[in-house]
């Protein structure tokens, strides 16, 4: 591509028809938010009320998702964008597809990366003082920062 040329638009998806889980397990090691298999990232997103993944030209470089029961609760995850495109506004712009997706909702909840909570404080997430979870595995857990000991 010569510079004169425009750069090509990204591509935004909303459905998981023919979508390349391997590219999107890649993309979430890329980001990096850890090891999510083909198979699993098939399972979450097909149980997932909404969700987008994002192209640029063939490459796979944004997704998200929500879980959601349709009235009370909405849990906005797995929110993840490739380095080439990390500071550009596509996650700002993800974000924002999914908490529109999501209005209506009594409470919209999402739990981030150890020290990533000031960026999701701009679109009105607060800390919660009565959240509590059960990790699988809670020593990984209390080591990455997600859980006190």
Request: hydrophobic share 40%; glycine share 10%.
């Amino acid at each position: 591509m010569s510079n004169s040329e425009p750069p090509m638009p990204l591509r935004w998806i909303h459905a998981t028809t023919g979508l390349d889980w391997d590219a999107l397990s890649a993309l979430y090691q890329a980001a990096p938010l850890g090891s999510k298999s083909p198979e699993g990232l098939r399972t979450v997103f097909g149980n997932s009320r909404y969700g987008c993944v994002v192209y640029d030209g063939e490459h796979l470089v944004g997704a998200g998702r929500v879980l959601a029961d349709g009235l009370d609760c909405a849990y906005v995850c797995d929110i993840a964008v490739h380095p080439s495109h990390q500071g550009s506004g596509l996650g700002r712009a993800i974000v924002n597809y999914l908490l529109a997706q999501s209005q209506g909702h009594k409470k919209i909840i999402l739990y981030a990366v150890p020290g990533k909570e000031p960026y999701y404080r701009r679109f009105g997430f607060r800390r919660m003082k009565t959240a509590m979870a059960i990790f699988m595995q809670p020593d990984d857990a209390a080591a990455r920062g997600y859980i006190d000991d």
